[in-house]
């Protein structure tokens, strides 16, 4: 079993940044992509970035030049730099973890841009 646990959600102003974390423990397959998605009330859960044990990053075109996806794999952290947020990126955000055929996701953290 896998556990996630994300942190640094909050409530920002547009233009402004914030940082999210994810720490995964438990029996974590060595090859793996981690990430993140996000679900904005009314909406479905999209993804927003993703990052493989090689390396292998995938940003949405939303995100795209705004995000910066990375990970430490000896503390199996990701990490998601978000800058020049907008009112539209306000969502809970989800980390995920895929590896040895399994799906995991972390509980959410909020994250709200006010214009």
């Known amino acids: 079993q896998v556990q996630l646990v994300e942190s640094g959600g909050g409530l920002v102003q547009a233009g402004g940044s914030l940082r999210l974390s994810c720490a995964a423990s438990?029996?974590?397959?060595?090859?793996?992509?981690m990430g993140w998605y996000r679900q904005a009330p009314g909406k479905q859960r999209e993804l927003v970035a993703t990052?493989?044990?090689?390396?292998?990053?995938k940003y949405s075109d939303s995100v795209k030049g705004r995000f910066t996806i990375s990970r430490d794999s000896a503390k199996n952290t990701v990490y998601l730099q978000m800058n020049s947020l907008k009112p539209e990126d306000t969502a809970v955000y989800y980390c995920n973890l895929k590896g040895d055929g399994r799906n995991y996701w972390g509980q959410g953290t909020q994250v709200t841009v006010s214009s």
């Open positions: 438990g029996s974590i397959f060595s090859i793996n992509t």
């Open positions: 990052i493989s044990s090689g390396a292998t990053i």
